[in-house]
């Protein structure tokens, strides 16, 4: 009995020695215990991965900022525009373009702008820097209506300046007309006294404009003292007549008699113009 006796006492002794380390906690070096660790609930142990990271998985980055837009340089010049002038629009349609050049004076301005209100006729204008400094308020009106293009700073000739003195010449129109009128005049552009080269309309292409000559002159601005009159300006654009014409006048007065005969012809011509079957566009519809 002693016998067996004494290996079912030891046995039992290392039970009970198990069951008071497993309520105390496992010793550390030192004699110190370390607690308790309770296994977490949750998905079947083969769906736990079986490598956890080391640390934790990063916060995604913020997207990189986003430039801003550049702005807008205007329409694409056509082919048709490089290297060469308009005489005419590009097209079969029975339609005019109404042009007015704004550089020396503005006594007709007033009287043209209300007849195109009244009758609601497409136009385009070209007018110089300085006219723009000098008529902020008629430069704006034009400005908020129709497309308006450059024709220089103050009219030069732009076959006789360097090249340096060209561009210098488009670039203070263009913030001039950009202060005033509030558009920016680019692409259009007309040369002054129509007189142009191969060379100033390479410098004024470079620049971002296409040059817009005429296909006929009202001869207006010659006034009563250069023999014209308000039949001869409605005769000539009605001689001239045909899809795509480009009519030049000009909204100052005749510095020798004082007469506005492009402004005063102007409700004539508009409606001869359209007794014919033709309508008015402006140049930039075409750009």
Known sequence: MAAVRGPAMRMAGVVVAAVLLGSAGCARPGGSALPSVSLPTGPSPSSVPSVLPSTPSPSPRPPPPV?????????????????????????????????????????????????????????????????????????REIGARYPVGNHTYDHPDLTKPSDADVRQQLDRAREAILRHAGVDPRPLFRFPFGAASPHAIALVNAAGYGAVTWTVDTRGWMGTSGGQSVDTVVQRVLDALQPGAIVIMHVGANPQDGSTLDADA???????????????VAISAFL
């Open 67 to 139: 430039s801003p837009p550049t702005p807008s340089t205007g329409p694409t010049l056509p082919a048709s525009l490089l290297g060469t002038q308009w005489y005419r629009l590009p097209t079969t349609d029975k339609v005019v373009a109404l042009t007015f050049d704004a550089g020396a004076g503005a006594t007709g301005a007033g009287p043209i702008l209300q007849t195109l209100r009244e009758t609601g006729a497409a136009a385009t204008f070209f007018l110089t820097g300085r006219w723009a400094e000098t008529y902020p308020n008629l430069a």
């Open 266 to 280: 102007l409700p004539r011509v508009i409606a001869e113009i359209r007794a014919r079957g033709y309508d008015f």
